[in-house]
C-alpha cells in the first residue's frame, strides 16, 4: 500500500510541475471578444478525440484573428473539407498554434496562398513557407473567422500543440473560460469482465439507475456483483453563456478509499485519437447515441488519457465483502460531480451459456484474415479489430451485409468484387457504395485494377455495386445568360451529382483560369472579381465539373461586365 501511495504522489506530484512549467502569460487570445466555447479540449467525436477549443464567433463569418505571440507561418492548408482553410504558426517557445475553419487569410498570407493557386491552377493546397518568409508578431492580424471546411456554423478552431506536434489542452496556457457549472452526468454502465463476473444477476453491460442526491451528487441502489468487474460513465461540461455539451477535464475513481484511474484530458497524439473507439462504448453509442466512457483500460486501448491506473481500473468484487466505488467528474474549473456506488459482493450461479450461431464468421484480432462471401472477398488486416469478434456476413447478388455499425474498426479493411461476368452500364462507372440505413448508396473510393473493384473502409454495414451514368448538373445563381453583372462582386454557380460526387472542376472565362471556391455544403462554386483576373466587357465562361467516376459536364455562358 505505502509503495502504491507513493508512487500516486509522485505522479501527482509530476503532472503539478509539468503544468506549472507551461507559460500561462505567452500567448494571448487569438480573438478580441469575450470566449465562449462550442467544443473544448478532448472531447468526444466521431472516430477521434477534439484536438483544440471550438471559440463561438457571435454567429458570424469574418472576426479578425491576431496572432497571440511571435512567430512564423509554417504550414497553410486550403481544403474543401476537414480544417478548410487552416492556419500554422510556429513559435519560438517550441509550440505552435492552429487556427481552422478561417474564411480568409489576411494580407500577405492571403496574397501567399492565392498567389499559389493560381500557379497550380487549383484551390486545394498544402505550402509550407520557409521560415522567414512570413513572419509574424504577437497582435498582428492572420485572418478572418469562418465556417469553411467540415464546420457545422461560424466559429475558430483554435489549438495550441507542443514541439512534437501533439495537441495539448490550451487552458492549460491560461485561456480562460468562466465556468461555474457542475458536470453532467446522464448515464452509469456497469460491466462483467470475465466468464464468470455477474453484476445484478447480468453477464452483460447494465445500466444502473442514477439516484441525485441533495448536494447535487449520485448515487445509486446497492449493486450485487462478483467477480471483475468495471464502470462506465457518460458525461458533458456546460460552460457559462453557451448550452453546448463539452467535454470534461477529469476523471477519477476509487475503490474502497485506493485510487483506481486518473483520466485527464491534457494531451495526445493524433496517432492514438481513433482508439476512442476502444476507449467508448461503441456498441452503446451506435444504438442508442449513449457515449458512455470506459473508466478502465481494455487490451488494445494505449490511450494516454490515463495518466494513472491501479489494475487497469478494474475492481475484483469478493462474494461477502461490501465496498464502495467512487467517481469524480470534474471540469478545468474545478467543479465536480461525484457518484457514490454502493457494492455487495454476492456468489450468484448462472447457468445460461450463450450459444455461438455457427453461420458467423470469427476473427482473431491478433491475425489477418480472408473471408470470401459470394462474388465478394473481404481481406481484415491485423489489429483491425481491437479485440475477437464473431462476425455476421452474408450476400445477396451485388450486395454484401458485413455485419453491422456496431463493432469498432481501427484499421482499413478492403472489400473486393470481381465485374468479369458484370453485364449492364459501362463498367468505368461502377464502385461500390456504402449502404445507409434505408438502403441509399454512398460514395466510397474505389480502386480499379482490371476488372477487381476494391473499396476500404473503416465502417461495419451493408455495401453494393452500384452504377453512376449521369453527369453532374450546374446552372447560374446570380447571373443570367447575355446579361450585364457589373455591379456583381462574385460569380456564382449551383453544381450537383446526385451520387457519387463531385471529384473535381475547372473553371476559364475567356480561356483564363479562374479560381473557384467550393461550398460542398451549400453545393456552390464562388469566384471572385477581386481577384481581378478578366478586363474584357464581354467575357465567356466554360466551367467543367468531373464526378467520382468520370462522367463530366460543360457548362458555358456569357455575360457584360463594366471595368469599374
Request: hydrophobic share 35%; no cysteine; proline share 4%.
Amino acid at each position: 500500500m505505502k509503495t502504491i501511495l507513493a508512487a500516486l504522489l509522485l505522479l501527482t506530484s509530476l503532472s503539478l510541475i509539468a503544468q506549472d512549467n507551461l507559460p500561462q502569460d505567452y500567448f494571448d487570445s487569438p480573438l478580441q471578444i469575450p470566449i465562449i466555447l462550442s467544443g473544448s479540449f478532448g472531447e468526444l467525436r466521431s472516430n477521434h478525440f477534439h484536438s483544440g477549443l471550438d471559440i463561438k464567433t457571435q454567429q458570424v463569418e469574418g472576426i479578425p484573428i491576431y496572432a497571440p505571440a511571435d512567430g512564423y507561418i509554417s504550414r497553410i492548408k486550403v481544403a474543401h473539407y476537414g480544417y478548410g482553410k487552416a492556419l500554422y504558426i510556429n513559435h519560438p517557445n517550441g509550440y505552435s498554434t492552429v487556427y481552422a475553419h478561417l474564411k480568409e487569410y489576411a494580407g500577405d498570407i492571403e496574397d501567399f496562398v492565392k498567389k499559389t493557386q493560381y500557379e497550380k491552377e487549383t484551390f486545394e493546397v498544402e505550402l509550407f513557407p520557409e521560415a522567414t518568409q512570413l513572419t509574424v508578431k504577437k497582435g498582428d492580424l492572420i485572418g478572418y473567422t469562418g465556417n469553411t471546411g467540415s464546420s457545422g456554423g461560424p466559429h475558430l478552431h483554435y489549438e495550441i500543440r507542443d514541439s512534437a506536434s501533439r495537441p495539448m489542452n490550451p487552458m492549460l496556457f491560461g485561456v480562460d473560460v468562466p465556468d461555474i457549472k457542475n458536470p453532467i452526468i446522464t448515464t452509469l454502465m456497469a460491466y462483467p469482465l470475465e466468464k464468470n463476473a455477474i453484476v445484478n444477476g447480468s453477464k452483460d453491460p447494465i445500466k444502473l439507475r442514477l439516484i441525485l442526491q441533495k448536494d447535487g451528487s449520485y448515487t445509486t441502489e446497492k449493486v450485487i456483483a462478483n467477480g471483475k468487474i468495471g464502470f462506465g460513465i457518460n458525461t458533458v461540461d456546460q460552460m457559462n453563456g453557451a448550452s453546448n455539451k463539452n467535454g470534461v477535464y477529469q476523471i477519477k475513481t476509487n475503490y474502497n478509499g485506493e485510487e483506481k484511474v486518473d483520466i485527464r484530458f491534457e494531451r495526445f497524439s493524433f496517432s492514438e485519437t481513433r482508439y476512442l473507439n476502444r476507449y467508448i462504448d461503441y456498441n452503446s453509442y451506435k444504438v442508442n447515441r449513449d457515449r458512455v466512457q470506459k473508466l478502465f483500460r481494455e487490451p488494445n486501448n494505449p490511450l494516454s488519457i490515463f495518466k494513472y491506473e491501479n489494475d487497469k481500473g478494474i475492481i475484483e468484487v469478493e462474494d461477502g465483502f461490501s465496498s464502495i466505488f467512487n467517481i469524480d467528474v470534474i471540469d478545468f474549473k474545478g467543479n465536480t460531480t461525484s457518484v457514490s456506488i454502493p457494492i455487495e459482493g454476492k456468489l450468484i450461479e448462472i447457468s445460461e451459456e450463450k450459444t455461438i450461431d455457427e453461420s458467423l464468421e470469427f476473427v482473431q484480432s491478433d491475425e489477418p484474415t480472408t473471408i470470401n462471401k459470394g462474388k465478394f472477398t473481404i481481406f481484415i488486416p491485423k489489429k483491425a479489430l481491437y479485440e475477437d469478434t464473431y462476425l455476421s456476413i452474408t450476400t445477396s447478388g451485388d450486395t454484401l451485409h458485413f455485419h453491422e455499425d456496431v463493432v469498432p474498426v481501427h484499421k482499413n479493411i478492403s472489400v473486393s468484387l470481381n465485374i468479369d461476368n458484370y453485364v449492364g452500364a459501362d463498367k468505368s462507372k461502377l464502385f461500390i457504395a456504402r449502404l445507409n440505413y434505408r438502403g441509399d448508396p454512398y460514395y466510397n473510393s474505389t480502386r480499379r485494377r482490371g476488372n477487381v473493384l476494391t473499396a476500404y473502409t473503416r465502417t461495419l454495414g451493408d455495401y453494393a455495386l452500384v452504377a453512376d451514368t449521369t453527369a453532374p448538373k450546374m446552372s447560374a445563381v446570380n447571373f443570367t445568360e447575355g446579361k450585364w453583372i457589373s455591379s456583381n462582386k462574385t460569380l456564382e454557380i449551383k453544381i450537383d451529382d446526385d451520387l457519387s460526387g463531385i471529384s473535381s472542376y475547372r473553371a476559364t472565362i475567356n480561356g483564363k483560369f479562374i479560381l473557384m471556391e467550393y461550398n460542398y455544403k451549400k453545393d456552390v462554386l464562388t469566384y471572385d472579381f477581386d481577384d481581378a483576373i478578366i478586363s474584357e466587357t464581354e467575357n465567356n465562361l466554360k466551367l467543367i465539373v468531373t464526378d467520382n467516376v468520370g462522367n463530366s459536364s460543360t457548362f458555358e455562358a456569357q455575360f457584360f461586365r463594366k471595368q469599374l
